[in-house]
């Protein structure tokens, strides 16, 4: 069983990413990890949300679960991230939680986080890459580890094969198209394995 500490930390308009954030919680937990599933604090005017009704849905959905802190980053062995794709880049409420962060960063409580992430558009080539690398280049100014998926499991071809991070597309109602729950199980165990093996080389 693992001793591994994971946070998971989303930011979700339509809900992708949430159920993304829960699949991941299950991977982790299947391996023994103590996981936290945690939300960025929304930026947006609560009349714009109230004009989207998918968006309030998922506001309704997740309001009890806890917003994100510098302590909940400070608690983690591990972190990954699950947020949608905005022209190109994290979103604004991702971006600010990491942006108030520098007091941990600063305090060299960053360093060797084991990280990873995900992401999600409404077509193929919506950003996805290029969100998941615009939170790496983040983490690597924290000294984090990343744990990108790669190609290490058949699993991640029938998703997509974004060897970056799982990534999935969106339709117009909302639905996910490619099947990614057991990519994202995978890329959990992964980063949860990772920071085991950190962990271990830290205690030796």
């Known amino acids: 069983m693992s001793n591994v500490k994971l946070a998971v930390i989303f930011y979700s308009m339509g ?11 299950e991977g982790a937990k299947e391996l023994g990890a103590e996981v936290r599933v945690l939300k960025v604090q929304e930026l947006a005017p609560e ?11 998922t506001v309704e959905a997740t309001k009890d679960v806890p917003t994100a802190t510098s302590e909940d980053l400070e608690w983690a062995d591990a972190i ?21 962060q520098g007091g941990l ?9 084991v990280v990873s992430a995900m992401s999600s ?3 193929p080539h919506g950003g996805q890459e290029a ?20 190609y290490t499991d058949p699993v991640l071809f029938g998703a997509g094969g974004n ?12 639905k996910m198209v490619e099947d990614v729950e057991g990519a994202v199980k995978h890329q959990a165990k992964r980063t949860v394995t990772t920071a085991e093996w950190v962990k271990r080389g830290q205690q030796a």
């Open 121 to 123: 558009a409404q077509n």
């Open 47 to 57: 009349s714009v949300i109230a004009g989207n009704a998918g968006w309030q849905a």
């Open 15 to 25: 809900g992708t990413n949430y159920q993304m954030a829960k699949w991941a919680e």
């Open 80 to 100: 990954i991230f699950s947020v949608p794709t905005r022209f190109g880049v994290m979103p604004s409420q991702m971006k600010q939680f990491l942006d108030i």
């Open 105 to 113: 960063w600063a305090s060299g409580k960053t360093v060797n986080k």
């Open 131 to 150: 969100t998941i690398l615009s939170l790496y280049t983040t983490m690597m100014h924290w000294g984090a580890i990343i744990a990108a998926p790669g």
């Open 163 to 174: 060897p970056y991070g799982t990534s999935v597309t969106v339709d117009q109602e909302g």
